[in-house]
């Protein structure tokens, strides 16, 4: 079968095997024109064969920790957050992908790093947030067309230029930070100012910093630095976002 094609990797392999477990999944949503603002809920709807695998696996035996909502404001663009049972996932996946990758396998390649299947299971507590927090205007030198009156002719030019750019944040309740340091010393990531500075590593604007509970990136210097000060004295811990998420 395509799910075994030997061309595909580990990766490909797995990533065919979840997508194949999705295929009944739905997504809809509302979109609520108010007054102030405009505001969409999405939904999803899981198929009958992963919506029993999450149940078996109890994925959302867990409550999420508003915590982690203290490093976004109050009032974002856009947000989502939710918690699940970080462990109890990795048992499904393993469940699934166990004609793709062995026990065995696992153990030997975390082996390698100094690493049990501890450290993996235990890795994130449950609870995540993503939000576009604010929009930025930056200016940059761009290149545009402008007419020349002595040659009576069109030419490029460089000229400032402003764009609004979304800054994005994200938030990850650890439990076990051991893997993070891993990744952290084989990367020879090196720390300034408390933070990573990860544009080498994405080629685009990305940094990040954790604690022993808490993992947060962001396309935001300010915004990670924030994270590090303790957070938004305005934050979203007692938003609507955290009732829905509760």
């Known amino acids: 079968t395509v ?6 990797g580990l990766l490909g392999s797995a990533y065919m095997s979840m997508m194949k477990l999705q295929k009944d999944t739905k997504v809809y949503g509302f979109v ?8 969409a809920t999405m939904h999803g709807l899981y198929g009958e064969e992963y919506a029993k695998l999450m149940k078996q696996y109890d994925v959302y035996d867990t409550s999420f920790n508003t915590e982690v909502l203290k490093y976004f404001p109050e009032k974002m663009h856009f ?10 996932y990795i048992q499904l996946m393993k469940s699934q992908f166990s004609g793709i ?7 030997r390649e975390l082996a390698k790093e100094g690493l049990t ?7 994130l507590a449950g609870s995540f947030t993503v939000g576009l927090v604010k929009l930025e205007s930056h200016t940059y030198t761009g290149t545009t067309l402008r007419f020349d009156e002595d040659t009576y002719d069109y030419k490029w030019v460089e000229a400032p230029q402003e764009t609004l750019l979304p800054i994005m944040n994200v938030a990850l309740e650890l439990k076990d930070k051991t893997l993070i340091d891993r990744l952290v ?14 544009k080498d590593l994405w080629n685009s604007d990305l940094y990040m910093a954790y604690t022993d509970k808490m993992l947060f990136a962001s396309n935001s210097a300010a915004e990670v630095e924030g994270f590090l000060a303790g957070g938004y ?4 811990t007692n938003s609507e976002l955290a009732k829905e998420a509760s």
């Open 32 to 39: 609520d024109f108010g007054k102030e603002n405009i505001k």
């Open 79 to 88: 947000a989502f957050a939710a918690a699940f049972n970080f462990k109890n």
């Open 185 to 198: 010393e084989k990367g020879n990531l090196q720390k300034e100012n408390g933070y990573y500075n990860l």
């Open 117 to 123: 299947q501890d450290n993996l299971n235990n890795l």
């Open 101 to 107: 990758v062995s026990d065995k396998e696992i153990n």
């Open 233 to 236: 004295s305005n934050n979203a």
């Open 3 to 8: 799910l075994n094609h030997p061309g595909m």
